[in-house]
């Protein structure tokens, strides 16, 4: 039988490519706010298939904008205080931050470059 403990990678292993990192409401400040570059923000949930027709999108930004802006993602089901917060009524809902404040909301599938311009426009 094969052994199915998922395999943990050490620093050294982890890959070089920039992902999308999950944001909770623990690390919403130091991530999103106090963020010295923009950061894409993708209020989500598992369940929403626009929002999983997303993440290829979501995934190339955030390698292609490595090092000039971050791509974080909450989950709403398990971050409700945060959608909350944010005013998150449909999903999914991209919020755009830069010096600590949101300076762009976009609700439902968004295309690669409508995102890229409105990063572009800060990063």
């Known amino acids: 039988m094969r052994d199915r403990t ?4 050490t620093l050294q292993e982890a890959p070089t490519m920039a992902e999308p990192i999950t944001v909770t409401q ?3 400040r130091s991530t999103v706010i106090d963020a010295d570059r ?8 598992s369940w929403c298939r626009p929002c ?4 290829p999108v979501l995934e190339e930004i ?13 989950n709403v089901d398990e971050e409700r205080v945060l959608a909350s917060m944010f005013q998150v009524m449909s999903i999914p809902a991209l919020m755009v931050f830069s010096g600590g404040k949101k300076v762009a909301e976009l609700h439902g599938r968004q ?7 409105r990063l572009d426009a800060l990063a």
């Open 62 to 74: 955030a390698q292609t904008y490595d090092g000039r802006a971050t791509v974080a993602k909450v």
């Open 52 to 55: 999983l027709q997303m993440e």
């Open 6 to 9: 998922p395999s943990v990678r």
């Open 38 to 45: 923009p950061v894409l923000v993708d209020f989500w949930a």
């Open 26 to 28: 623990d690390t919403f």
């Open 111 to 117: 295309s690669r470059e409508d995102l890229i311009d």
